[in-house]
């Protein structure tokens, strides 16, 4: 592609701070920069089913809910950890992999109603109250 810089690193800080490799998140392997602007983001592909839903969970072995629940749950509190926000912490965020892995995405910063208060959006307390509705899906 003309123009594009495809090279991961050039030119930006490196990421020290990665978490662990038992959190359930795909991780930044560089960017795509047109000039002097971010164009996007490369990240590790997900091969996925689908995303969480109430639907999928209602299908779903007890034993393997139970699972999500801990990766969920798990991944959000590694993030907070390392004060890392969520953001938009909802159901349709959760994609669940070929091999029933359940992986956090979307960390734009933005939230929807009805899973997220307006007033707790992009804090610690707005994830935990997403994450208990989505929670309250799997269970």
Known sequence: M????LEPTKGLPRLTYL???QAFICRLHGVVRDGNGLAG???????????LSK???NQSSVEL???WATQISDTVHILHDRNIIWGDAKAE????????????????????????DA???????????GLSKIL????
């Open 2 to 5: 003309r123009g594009w810089n």
């Open 93 to 116: 965020n959760i994609l669940i992999d070929m091999d029933d892995n359940a992986w956090i995405i979307d960390f734009g910063g933005s939230y929807t109603l009805g899973w997220v």
């Open 136 to 139: 309250s899906i799997i269970s």
């Open 19 to 21: 978490p662990p490799p």
């Open 65 to 67: 809910r139970r699972r």
């Open 119 to 129: 007033e707790k959006a992009g804090t610690v307390e707005g994830d935990l109250q």
């Open 55 to 57: 639907a999928r969970a």
């Open 41 to 51: 983001m490369l990240f590790t592909w997900i091969n996925n089913k689908g995303v």
